[in-house]
């Protein structure tokens, strides 16, 4: 598989070839309420597009 190379389509972060993909939990500042949020960029493989779907 080639590596894994981020780039800009119209202004918007893009990544391509993510075969290692990774959740990062980031922890409320206050009070946990029990709810979460998942935020996934859209594209899917062979790319992602953070700007605009994630």
Same mark, same amino acid.
């Given at each position: 598989?080639?590596?894994?190379?981020?780039?800009?389509?119209? !202004?918007? $972060?893009? %990544?391509?070839?993510?075969?290692?993909?990774?959740?990062?939990?980031?922890?409320?500042?206050?009070?946990?309420? !029990?709810? $979460?949020? %998942?935020?996934?960029?859209?594209?899917?493989?062979?790319?992602?597009?953070?700007?605009?779907?994630?």
């Amino acid at each position: 598989m080639p590596p894994e190379r981020w780039f800009r389509v119209h !202004g918007q $972060a893009t %990544v391509r070839n993510t075969d290692r993909p990774t959740v990062t939990l980031v922890l409320p500042d206050g009070p946990a309420i !029990g709810a $979460a949020v %998942v935020i996934a960029p859209g594209g899917g493989y062979p790319i992602a597009s953070m700007g605009n779907e994630g």
